[in-house]
């Protein structure tokens, strides 16, 4: 199915839209996603999902990997939905609707890859600040480096993790995510 990009779509929309193909919505505008991901990218979400599941064992808040929809604006427009690669919600609430989180997440993080890379550091970024996402990483498998945004007084504060043994996870206290496992050959 062939979606019309000067068409304004809803979460309502988004829906119907059925699963040969997935989407993301961004302000009304559907956005195709990429074929599935190199194994690179994978193997990547998945240790950094690993190592965030194991400290978050028996903690109130949640990881979860794409394709997770995440409706940034569900109270107002609801027609923004993306699925970053690893989602982090603290607040129970957001998940009561079976469809995702509604609401906004307090982490977020996307692994770029060489077709999503202008919308992960662009697009997405903005969005994610606007909406109030209190942490943003883009993890760059070709740089082996990780940038980290952290929200204060509503911009974000950019740090670059390159050669660094660990990154801090500033919403959730004590955790770190170790690099060299993440980038490992």
């Not at 699963?19 to 074929?35: C, K, N, Q, T």
């Not at 903690?59 to 939905?81: G, I």
């Not at 603290?90 to 890379?117: N, Y």
């Amino acid at each position: 199915m062939e979606l019309a990009k000067e068409k304004y779509y809803t979460y309502t929309d988004y829906l119907t839209w059925g699963d040969e193909r997935r989407y993301e919505l961004i302000e009304g505008v559907p956005f195709a996603m990429s074929p599935a991901p190199s194994w690179i990218h994978q193997k990547i979400t998945g240790e950094i999902f690993r190592q965030l599941a194991n400290f978050l064992d028996g903690k109130p808040c949640e990881v979860f990997t794409a394709p997770f929809d995440v409706r940034l604006n569900a109270e107002e427009d609801d027609d923004t939905v993306v699925q970053p690669d690893i989602t982090i919600v603290c607040d129970k609430s957001k998940l009561e609707d079976k469809g995702g989180c509604k609401g906004t997440p307090d982490m977020l993080i996307e692994i770029v890859s060489p077709a999503s890379a202008k919308r992960d550091r662009i697009e997405k970024l903005q969005l994610y600040q606007r909406a109030g996402v209190r942490e943003y990483w883009i993890v760059d498998p070709d740089t082996t480096s990780v940038q980290v945004y952290i929200l204060k007084d509503d911009d974000y504060i950019i740090t670059v993790y390159k050669d660094a043994a660990s990154v801090p996870v500033r919403v959730l206290e004590g955790c770190e995510i170790n690099l060299a496992a993440v980038f490992k050959k």
